[in-house]
């Protein structure tokens, strides 16, 4: 089995001194931290690496020696010297790592003391960058990814991804020893990724001292306002029907669940927790902002009151579509002759509708340009706010298409009813109510003669009454109600396209997106090698590599949960409803299974 030496590149020009890491005897394998100068007592080595160990809970201890390029004769008396230090620190096996004077490839030796160890192992050197693999995050979809290599390729072992995060969590774990830079003063020098210093800034730190009280302030405002939310006087019907069922309502509570969550003080059991917190907070940045620069458009430039000036006169023009529409279908559409007393009934039943719309809206028109400027101020509290008030003013503004849609639906409904019950008659079933199901239904001889008698005067008269009445119904169906269940869709649509964009903003995980982005090494998938050198009798040395998570996968794994106060239809359930007549509710039905 071969000897895998992980060896940081920032240890490359390190000088001589002790290899300090952790050893894998499962994997054979040793990962190397840290480069121990000269000169230092060995007791004191000891005792550090203890009190690491203790704090990390990782078995550090010293893996070998380690010897930079140096003149033949420093060479001679060091190589003696270290021979020593295999005995005090006494590991095995014990590893010589040493650069070859004036050649790019490096002597490495190994060195068992237990009887029968092989010391003909082949030795594999792996660089990897420190400072990369101890901030990034292995994700569990690398197992995922690797199941399925095992799956196509029996020669795949899952295994593989438990070695790469015993890798990775050594090396996170280890952070008490990088610690300690050169410049500190004590008998032992260091060098790893932060020999030079440790990574730090000013405007990283001073935020952090303040992030302390505006935390508790923001946590103390938030508990008044939850207070006040959940007070009795706001959860009495039909205010708590009002509140669960308007979009504004719904998200700017999902928000402030939001806000509890980011202003909370309690630390981040986990990575996983710590992203989850870091994408909520960029997500409320990025909506406020998005809200603060639409407000300041709609500000400038009298754009409010140029909207609010155009929204009655676009109301009339609706209405007057509507109106030329419904007069159409009251005369002969497309040549057809319809019912005449019940099309004249239905036709002004919706005219009136359409007058009080009308009327409400010319009603309100004084207080538009008012009630505008409102909502663009709202905006300010996050664009999905205002996108959240946008839907709800349209459900208000078409309530009399959803009527519209409403009673043909409704209609249509009773007459599909009627045709189905009528079938099972003639085919000798009925309707279990109680289970919920088609019976069969024996009939004896008298009942069997009356349908048949019925069947047949049914026959003759209902095709007359029957088409009559259908034909007559047809007066809306198709006409009516497809008219009305196409504006409805239109609605639907727009609605449906508002709460996406809504959603979106919710749920995307904006803050891992910009870390796969700008930094891709922080959320790796795995690791590739590449060959650096390779000769006979010399080690294979190789260099690691960190393979990011893929965008789809970053989206996957840290999207935040969403709310939806409206029911998630697919393009096959909304035509099936359309077809048997069952309303498309704007809200959420306590009947249906939402997922």
């Known amino acids: 089995m071969a000897l895998k030496v992980f060896f940081p590149t920032c240890c490359s020009s390190a000088e001589s001194g002790l290899l300090v890491g952790r050893w894998i005897p499962e994997q054979n394998s040793a990962v190397v931290l840290a480069v121990v100068h000269f000169p230092f007592v060995p007791g004191q080595v000891k005792q550090y690496l203890a009190e690491v160990q203790r704090a990390t809970r990782v078995e550090v201890s010293v893996l070998g020696s380690w010897t930079s390029s140096k003149p033949a004769r420093e060479e001679k008396s060091l190589d003696r010297f270290l021979e020593d230090l295999g005995t005090i620190f006494s590991h095995d096996p014990w590893i010589q790592l040493g650069k070859e004077q004036g050649s790019k490839f490096w002597s490495c030796s190994v060195t ?51 070695k790469l995060a015993a890798l990775f969590d050594t090396v996170s774990q280890s952070q008490l020893l990088f610690m300690k830079d050169r410049y500190d003063e004590g008998p032992i020098k260091l060098t790893h990724w932060q020999s030079e210093g440790v990574e ?27 207070r006040v939310c959940q007070s009795r006087a706001l959860t009495f019907w039909p205010l708590s029907f009002i509140w669960s069922k308007l979009s504004t309502c719904q998200q700017l509570k999902h928000r402030l669940q939001h806000l509890q969550v980011v202003s909370s003080t309690r630390k981040a059991p986990d990575q996983a927790q710590l992203m989850r917190k870091a994408n909520i907070f960029v997500s409320i940045l990025l909506d406020v902002t998005l809200g603060i620069l639409l407000t300041s458009w709609l500000y400038q430039k009298n754009r409010i ?76 509290l996050g664009l999905t706010v205002a996108l959240s008030i946008l839907s709800d003013i349209i459900a208000l503004l078409t309530f009399h298409i959803y009527c519209f849609y409403v009673y043909g639906a409704r209609l249509y409904c009773m007459k599909i009813y009627g045709l189905s019950s009528l079938w099972r008659l003639f085919r000798g079933k009925k309707w279990n109510v109680l289970r919920q199901r088609v019976d069969s239904c024996s009939y004896d001889l008298d009942q069997s003669t009356q349908v048949a008698a019925v069947d047949t005067t049914r026959r003759r008269a209902q095709l007359a009454s029957w088409l009559s009445v259908a034909w007559a119904m047809t007066g809306f169906d198709p006409w009516y109600r497809a008219t009305a269940s196409q504006l409805r869709l239109l609605v639907v649509v727009v609605q449906g ?32 090698f590449r060959v650096l050198e390779q000769e006979a009798g010399k080690p294979l040395r190789l260099l690691m590599q960190i393979n990011p998570l893929s965008y789809s996968s970053v989206v996957q794994t840290y999207r935040l949960p969403t709310y939806s106060c409206y029911p998630k239809d697919s393009w096959g359930s909304l035509c099936k409803k359309l077809f048997v007549g069952e309303l498309i509710y704007p809200w959420k039905h306590k009947g249906e299974k939402q997922d």
């Open 112 to 162: 068992r003391r237990r009887p029968g160890g092989d010391e003909g192992d082949e030795i594999v050197l792996v660089y990897y960058d420190q400072r990369k693999v101890m901030l990034s995050q292995l994700h569990p979809p690398c197992v995922q990814e690797a199941r399925a290599a095992a799956a196509s390729s029996p020669d795949w072992k899952v295994e593989n991804a438990s």
């Open 200 to 226: 730090a800034s000013i405007i990283v730190e001073l935020a952090k001292q303040a992030s302390v009280p505006a935390c508790v302030l923001l946590t103390f405002l938030l508990s008044l306002v939850s």
């Open 305 to 380: 009151g140029h909207l609010a000036n155009a929204l009655v006169p676009m109301a009339d023009l609706v209405a007057q579509q509507l109106q030329d529409l419904l007069q159409w279908l009251m005369g002969v559409p497309a040549g057809l002759k319809m019912n005449r007393a019940l099309d004249q009934v239905l036709g002004r039943f919706f005219l009136y509708h359409i007058h009080l719309w009308l009327s409400y809206i010319h009603l309100m028109s004084p207080f538009i340009e008012m009630i505008l400027w409102y909502v663009g101020l709202s905006a300010c």
């Open 497 to 528: 396209l508002i709460h996406l964009l809504v959603d979106l903003v919710n749920s995307l995980p904006f803050y891992s997106v910009l870390l796969r982005l700008c930094r891709s090494y922080r959320l790796a998938a795995g690791v590739k």
